[in-house]
């Protein structure tokens, strides 16, 4: 059983940056892949980034690709997303995710899942 709680999400302007992180309860935290989807309203959730188990790969939808980073520290159970020139389609409720998978791009790849936090982009 793993816990997430994210945080680090806000109200950020156009072109602005923020970081998300999320912390993971448990031992065995690096087991899991680790991926980070978001949600905008109306709109289905959609998978944003993903880190292998030892953190050696990473993945990345194509429209965040050198502008987001991911990142992990197993020793603090904790994986990070840096957003960098955000824009204001970005604007969702953003959520991390653990796999039992190496990595995953599907929602259905990820079995626990945090609870989630708001980015908020403004024009």
């Known amino acids: 059983q793993v816990q997430l709680v994210e945080s680090g999400g806000g109200l950020v302007q156009a072109g602005g940056s923020l970081r998300l992180s999320c912390a993971a309860s448990?031992?065995?935290?690096?087991?899991?892949?680790l991926g980070w989807f978001r949600q905008a309203p109306g709109k289905e959730r959609e998978f944003v980034a993903a880190?292998?188990?030892?953190?050696?790969?990473?993945y990345y939808v194509d429209s965040v690709k050198g502008r987001f980073t991911i990142s992990r520290d197993n020793a603090k159970n904790t994986v990070y997303l840096q957003m960098n020139s955000l824009k204001p389609e970005e604007t969702a409720v953003y959520y991390c995710?653990?796999?039992?998978?190496?990595?995953?791009?599907?929602?259905?790849?990820?079995?626990?899942w945090g609870q989630g936090t708001q980015v908020t982009v403004s024009s």
């Open positions: 995710a653990a796999s039992d998978a190496n990595w995953g791009t599907r929602s259905r790849d990820y079995v626990y």
């Open positions: 448990g031992r065995t935290f690096s087991r899991y892949g």
């Open positions: 880190i292998s188990r030892s953190g050696g790969s990473t």
